[in-house]
């Protein structure tokens, strides 16, 4: 079971790091950048993929922890 939780952590790791990033630059992120910034954006492709195994990896991860 141990294997199995290093395992989802590692890949979850991998997978959060290959995500694109949502805000424009680094002041963005700090001041909350525009309100408007995710209004007409939508993810298509590899982006949805990555986007959904990153909540299913987090989900089996959270699983995976309350068994154990």
């Not at 997978?15 to 963005?28: F, H």
């Amino acid at each position: 079971m141990k294997a199995l939780l290093i395992f989802i952590s590692i890949f979850l790791i991998a997978i959060v790091l290959l995500q694109s990033g949502k805000a424009e630059s680094a002041t963005d992120i700090m001041s909350g950048g525009n309100s408007d910034l995710f209004s007409n954006r939508k993810e298509r492709g590899g982006e949805l993929f990555i986007t959904r195994l990153t909540f299913v990896l987090g989900v089996a991860f959270f699983v995976v922890c309350i068994v154990m």
